[in-house]
């Protein structure tokens, strides 16, 4: 593949709302979801609570999003890595 663009964790955490981008981590992957908050199944305010932060345990408490699919959506958004 081509270069990976590496984040900190600081630049994650900056974008926390819609006018910044809302990022999330997951393991270390780092993914703009701004354009998927209003399709989550979950609604958007429950995917706010992980805004620039990490996913990880909010999956581990929400077991529906332990799937192939899910994971594989959430690679659609990834814009690099930790
Ligand atoms: C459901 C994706 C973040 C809570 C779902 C489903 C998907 C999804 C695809 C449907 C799963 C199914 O039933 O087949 C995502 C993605 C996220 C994210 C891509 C991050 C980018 C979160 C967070 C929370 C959460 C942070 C909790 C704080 C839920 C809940 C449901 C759900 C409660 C079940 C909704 C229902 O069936 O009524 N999510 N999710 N999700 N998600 Fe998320």
Not at 7 to 30: L, P, Q, S
Not at 53 to 66: E, K, R, S, V
């Amino acid at each position: 593949g081509g270069p990976v663009k590496e984040f900190t964790g600081e630049e994650v955490a900056e974008h926390c709302t819609r006018d910044k981008r809302v990022w999330v981590t997951y393991k270390d992957g780092v993914y703009d979801v701004t354009d998927f908050l209003d399709m989550h199944p979950g609604g958007a305010q429950r995917l706010m609570l992980a805004a620039g932060g990490a996913l990880d345990p909010f999956w581990a408490m929400y077991a529906q999003h332990n799937t192939d699919e899910v994971r594989q959506m959430l690679e659609g958004y990834r814009v690099g890595t930790l």
